[in-house]
């Protein structure tokens, strides 16, 4: 059916929708997926206007939609892991299972009632969760594949039942379980032994909710050995960014490290300026200082 059609039947069932770049994800409209509504006039005027726009529908408690994506890549599949999880009773009760152009599934599930789910990624497994503040691409939108071929998302099939709300926290600690912040290994009171590259990898391995704390944590290790911001922020930078945290906070939490850490006495004119020198990060040229 043709992609205008098929918005307008998500549409008159009450599933908000916004266009997205045909043959991409991108969305086309200002506020991505915020701006995502059931009006059908909205949605045909859209539609009118980029008829072959792929579609958009928020994920979580805006459309009561929670997607569980396996992801197919040249490295690993999800496969695995989610008949793991099926098997064992953590992803059971799907509405509906949609083909996506890389070869991979959406498992549709009913959102949390009254559960706010966030999105979250367990790389390791190759499983995403779209919950809260995420999205996916609907059937029939097609994809540009890495290889030249643009291919569609699929419906496969539609269980025909109400389903059964995910418990995505129990998901993700299966999938991904996450150890307690605490120490990487024993830390000896001589900081000058503190490795950068063993800190970078915990830091890396932080989940939501440990991620600043755990950087904080890193960085004043760091500061105790001596190592200057500009360090740091090169050992350290990389790896929350890859733990999910912004660049700025990453630049805020590194600040922090060094202002509680920083002996609170005159600085002569030589240190200011090798303060000054230190305090441009090399990555995104923000000061950290």
Not at 235 to 251: F, N
Request: some cysteine; charged content about 20%; glycine content about 8%.
């Amino acid at each position: 059916m043709p992609p205008r059609d098929a918005a307008l039947r998500f549409a008159v069932a009450g599933v908000p929708v916004f266009p997205c770049v045909p043959g991409a994800k991108r969305p086309l409209v200002r506020h991505g997926f915020h701006d995502a509504t059931a009006d059908t006039a909205q949605v045909a005027s859209w539609w009118v206007r980029w008829p072959t726009a792929n579609i958009g529908i928020p994920t979580g408690r805006a459309s009561g939609v929670d997607v569980v994506d396996i992801d197919v890549h040249p490295t690993g599949t999800g496969f695995p892991a989610f008949r793991a999880v099926h098997h064992d009773g953590y992803a059971v009760g799907w509405t509906a299972l949609v083909r996506t152009p890389s070869g991979g599934l959406h498992a549709y599930f009913p959102a949390h009632p009254t559960r706010v789910q966030p999105s979250w990624q367990a790389a390791r497994s190759y499983i995403d969760f779209r919950g809260d503040g995420g999205y996916i691409i609907a059937p029939p939108s097609t994809v540009l594949r890495p290889d030249g071929v643009r291919a569609p998302y699929r419906l496969i099939v539609s269980s025909g039942q109400a389903g059964t709300p995910i418990d995505a926290t129990r998901l993700r600690k299966y999938l991904d379980p996450r150890p307690a912040v605490t120490a990487p290994h024993p830390v000896s009171n001589d900081f000058r032994r503190a490795n950068p590259k063993v800190l970078a990898g915990w830091v890396a391995d932080r989940a939501e909710g440990e991620r600043n704390r755990g950087l904080f944590w890193a960085a004043c290790r760091l500061v105790e050995a001596g190592v200057s911001p500009a360090d740091t922020m090169e050992a350290l930078g990389p790896a929350a960014a890859q733990a999910g945290l912004p660049a700025r906070e990453i630049e805020s939490t590194i600040r922090s490290a060094y202002r509680a850490n920083q002996p609170v006495a005159p600085r002569s004119p030589t240190l200011l300026a090798t303060d000054r020198a230190y305090a441009v990060s090399p990555h995104s040229g923000r000061r950290l200082t």
